[in-house]
């Protein structure tokens, strides 16, 4: 930011040794982190990235040296030992575990990355207590039966019962954090897992012995954090929620509400911020998160939301959203004012802004925005920020990449007037904006026809996958079939840079629609490979992607900038420049 302040020629790429030495490490790292392979076909089986995946197992194998290190006693305390040891190492897990659930924390602060990535690791820590746990109880009772004295044990020891207790409550907590229990619902998982900790907490004191009642510390210390954290919201909620927000709903094209949220209090967030949004009327202490999908100086300074209807608590705000005749948000330059006049209003309580860890996009040479459906409430806020801060002040950023996937031309409508205005602002500060728009299921916009089957064998009410795979004709919603883009595999002049994957004509052809002129319609889904290789092909600088989007469109993104960033061999004396990623998945 401050080169291009400075006017350096190439701001976003790295200018002395010292820097090309830091960069080289930053892509390994970047390589071996970013990767993600999840089997796309099961609903249950969901791979955390590689970068995770390290992170946990190094975590998991620290944990096993300190279990197993200097720890081999001979004799009848062996098993003991390892037990006791072990139950020593679970009961200290219990601090980090809260550190890491927090959504305001101590480790969020320190690392500046969000507590819903946090979330991720407090359940892979979680998962380690219980393996220790497990350990305890197993050598403590090979220990036991070394010596036939389990059976003096059960009828002696009250620590027991009280030590079944813990294990069963810890089991049931991991049990239900699982995806397709926790997503089951969601709001009755929080309440009990709430109510389940409580339970462990006394549990866990009844559990330990009267001889080591200096080790509840461990307990004392996690109760202040959890206080601390319920302290801090509370009084956040309060202060933000005294005079509460008034919100309006509309219904939009493909079971959509558009959710405009007027506070006082809060006139201040990241253009990548999500809250916790509770209406009383619709859900009395339910709160759903919902990333904001305007900035600041939007808007009118009016939090905007775009939520999917599913059941629930966006059901019901659907079925009493007014259905809106004109299907836009309302820009800075168009106020709430056109919303329908016998729109109704309702009190809106908001817990937030929570912020995401990414680093600023207005630092990048190269933006590349991938969203899918209503993930477009994470990329545009980020055009959005890009388009209000160039018109202040020089950004090392040249071109911005907007590729949204939709299943319809009309769901465009949801943000058409930001993506023009964002247009409109990026042109007159003279950076480069594509607008890529790809419709998967429309068969007015492919094919015409309802009900005819695609090349690919299916058709747009089944689940078998993409549904547009043919070219489009002129239908509807086509006002013209352009000429040939510039194919992203080629440099400016024509030659090729690379041979990619052969593309489909569906793909290779832009196609303008009434809905949203400043962007380029194309049938099926996009070869990300080969318009990320065209970008990467014209970067003079470190290229910055966000990816919005169900989980199988974040993991295909990350393996294919691993890739690009393996074949370019970034940073490793060929010139390519630097590929940073940031990965924002729903249903995760």
């Known amino acids: 930011m401050r080169a291009a302040a400075a006017n350096r020629a190439r701001p976003a790429s790295p200018s002395n040794a010292l820097s090309k030495f830091l960069a080289t490490i930053t892509a390994i790292y970047r390589e071996a982190s970013y990767a993600q392979y999840t089997p796309n076909s099961s609903q249950f089986l969901k791979v955390p990235p590689v970068g995770t995946i390290v992170l946990v197992v190094g975590y998991l194998s620290w944990v096993i040296l300190l279990e197993f290190m200097n720890n081999n006693i001979p004799g009848a305390q062996h098993y003991t030992s390892l037990g006791v040891r072990a139950a020593w190492l679970a009961i200290a897990q219990v601090p980090l575990l809260i550190l890491l659930a927090g959504k305001n924390n101590l480790i969020g602060i320190v690392s500046g990355v969000s507590y819903e990535r946090l979330n991720i690791i407090h359940r892979w820590a979680a998962r380690v207590l219980l393996f220790l746990v497990t350990l305890h109880v197993i050598f403590l009772h090979l220990a036991w039966n070394a010596y036939g004295l389990k059976n ?108 405009t949220v007027k506070s006082k209090a809060i006139n201040k967030w990241s253009p990548w911020a999500h809250v916790f949004l509770s209406i009383p009327k619709f859900g009395p202490g339910q709160s759903h998160p919902a990333t904001i999908a305007s900035i600041p100086s939007s808007h009118c300074g009016d ?78 806020p980020i055009l959005l920020d890009i388009a209000e801060r160039a018109q202040k002040s020089r950004l090392p950023v040249k071109r911005v990449v907007f590729l949204w996937i939709v299943k319809n031309t009309s769901w465009t409508s949801w943000t058409a007037p930001e993506l023009s205005s964002a247009s409109q602002a990026l042109l007159a500060a003279g950076i480069e904006l594509s607008t ?44 013209e079939i352009l000429d040939k883009e510039e194919l992203p595999n080629e440099k400016k002049g024509g030659e090729p840079a690379i041979q990619p994957r052969s593309q489909s004509p569906s793909v290779s052809y832009g196609t303008k ?3 949203l002129p400043c962007a ?33 469109l974040n993991s295909d993104v990350r393996n294919i900038v691993v890739r690009c960033s393996d074949e370019r061999a970034v940073h490793k004396g060929t010139g390519a420049e630097g590929i940073y990623l940031h990965s924002e998945c729903f249903g995760w």
């Open 303 to 380: 939090l905007v939301f775009i939520l999917k209807s599913h059941r629930g608590f966006t059901s019901r705000l659907l079925k009493s959203a007014t259905n809106s005749t004109t299907s836009l948000l309302p820009t800075k330059e168009e106020p709430s004012s056109s919303q329908p006049a016998e729109a109704s209003t309702y009190i809106a309580l908001v817990d937030g802004p929570y912020g995401s860890s990414h680093t600023d996009f207005c630092s990048f040479d190269t933006v590349f925005l991938i969203a899918g459906s209503t993930g477009t409430t994470f990329t545009l």
């Open 152 to 259: 003096l044990e059960y009828s002696t020891d009250s620590c027991i019962t009280t030590g079944y207790t813990v294990y069963a409550i810890l089991l049931w907590m991991n049990l239900s954090t699982l995806a397709p229990i926790r997503n089951f619902s969601y709001e009755f998982f929080v309440f009990q897992h709430i109510i389940t900790f409580f339970g462990f907490i006394i549990a866990v004191m009844f559990h330990l012995p009267s001889t080591a009642l200096y080790s509840r510390v461990y307990i004392y210390i996690p109760i202040a954090l959890f206080l601390v954290d319920r302290i801090i919201r509370s009084v956040r909620f309060a202060w933000h929620n005294t005079r509460p927000g008034r919100a309006t709903m509309a219904a939009l094209d493909g079971g959509v509400t558009r959710i």
């Open 520 to 552: 380029n319609f194309y049938s099926g889904r996009p070869d990300i490979y080969s318009i990320l290789w065209g970008i990467l092909e014209r970067a003079e600088g470190e290229t910055g992607i966000a990816v919005c989007g169900p989980l199988g």
């Open 436 to 479: 890529r728009i790809y419709v998967t299921c429309d068969t007015k916009f492919t094919t015409g026809e309802e009900d005819q089957s695609k090349e690919c064998g299916c058709t747009c009410d089944k689940t078998l996958g993409p549904c547009c795979c043919v070219s489009p004709d002129d239908s509807n919603n086509i006002v």
């Open 513 to 515: 629609s009434s809905v």
